[in-house]
């Protein structure tokens, strides 16, 4: 069984690729986790094991040893430069923070174990939410207003992750309350994955999947996941239940829904826009008539027996608005808060002042 978090020892479900940012420290494979079949990665994430690293290291050396092209590089190459340079080494190993930031300080000065393991942890998971981001900038770096809908697509993600790494590196809140927004975002992780338990045995029956005492791993998911959630309670909290997925244990004020996040990270980056821009993607990522019909343009019309025919696509205008723009603003922005809150002394080149 899962014993009680300690000062030696914090449990969790383990990181599963593409789930979980947060590893647990000093732990045993979880029961729960190893009864499922799926990856978990347990311990400390130090820098040679992180399972980014070779990944990260790959695009760096790409990046280095593409041939010079005529022109300058195009606003998305320059945008994912500076991010993967401000975090990742030549070597493609994630920076440790630096000692005297401000992250760091909170870190020290945080008097409950399981509150400073997570701050502790955050670095790993916001640097795989910026090489997220970086990942879409070379991807739309191949694109152009001929591809609307794989822009839009594209451009939809990178803000998701650009705006929760912005929320993590707000400069305006303590440790406390950064602490807090960790253990949101490590609970609807680790709620996610029971969740996706509960999905497999539902879905393929017991003859095919083969894990046993399924049912029983399931049952001490939510068991851990409720115990966590109790002990971060105790770093101060009020702990709250929801019946929304993802949201089942709640500390202090829920999480913003991420159309909220990502309006905030534009408008600070942008200025208002007329409309949420990511109401006007959702649409179009989810196929819907409306949406799709906005990748239109207008004022390029063909006549048909049939009626007129309108071009496909974004013109240098509706590019630089709705891809070019808020694509490379939410990524610098949201980097550079990282980077000042956990790197400072390269803030200033990052931000272009040196």
Request: proline content about 6%.
């Amino acid at each position: 069984m899962i014993g009680p978090i300690g000062r030696d020892w914090v449990p969790a479900l383990g990181r599963v690729p593409g789930l979980c940012g947060f590893v647990a420290a000093r732990t045993t494979q979880p029961v729960a986790a190893a009864r499922s079949g799926l990856p978990v990665d347990t311990g400390f994430a130090d820098a040679k094991r992180w399972p980014l690293a070779e990944a990260v290291r790959s695009a760096i050396y790409e990046l280095m040893a593409k041939k010079a092209e005529p022109g300058a590089p195009t606003a998305f190459a320059t945008a994912r430069t500076r991010v993967l340079h401000a975090l990742i080494d030549d070597a493609g190993i994630e920076r440790p923070i630096e000692r005297d930031s401000k992250l760091a300080r909170e870190i020290s000065a945080s008097m409950h174990d399981v509150a400073q393991h997570f701050l502790g942890e955050l670095p790993h998971h916001c640097t795989m939410l910026a090489v997220a981001v970086a990942d879409a900038l070379a991807s739309l770096d191949r694109l152009d207003g001929e591809l609307p809908f794989g822009a839009i697509v594209l451009v939809r993600g990178l803000a998701e992750c650009a705006a929760d790494l912005y929320w993590l590196s707000d400069p305006e809140i303590d440790g406390s309350e950064r602490a807090r927004r960790a253990f949101l975002v490590y609970l609807s992780q680790e709620e996610t994955v029971v969740r996706q338990l509960e999905q497999l045995s539902k879905r393929v029956p017991p003859e095919i999947h083969k894990i046993p005492d399924l049912p029983e791993a399931i049952a001490e998911g939510w068991e851990s996941l409720n115990r966590h959630a109790e002990e971060m309670a105790a770093a101060g909290y009020r702990l709250r239940t929801t019946n929304k997925p993802g949201s089942k244990y709640i500390l202090g004020d829920a999480k913003p829904s991420i159309s909220a996040l990502i309006d905030g990270l534009i408008v600070d980056q942008l200025g208002k826009t007329a409309l949420n821009l990511y109401t006007s993607y959702s649409p179009i990522a989810h196929g819907d008539g409306e949406g799709l019909g906005s990748l239109l343009t207008r004022s390029a019309t063909v006549e048909t027996p049939d009626g007129t025919r309108y071009r496909r696509g974004f013109d240098e205008q509706m590019w630089d608005e709705r891809i070019r723009s808020p694509a490379t603003r939410a990524a610098t922005g949201s980097v550079g808060a990282w980077v000042e809150l956990a790197y400072p002394s390269r803030s200033a080149m990052f931000r272009g002042r040196s």
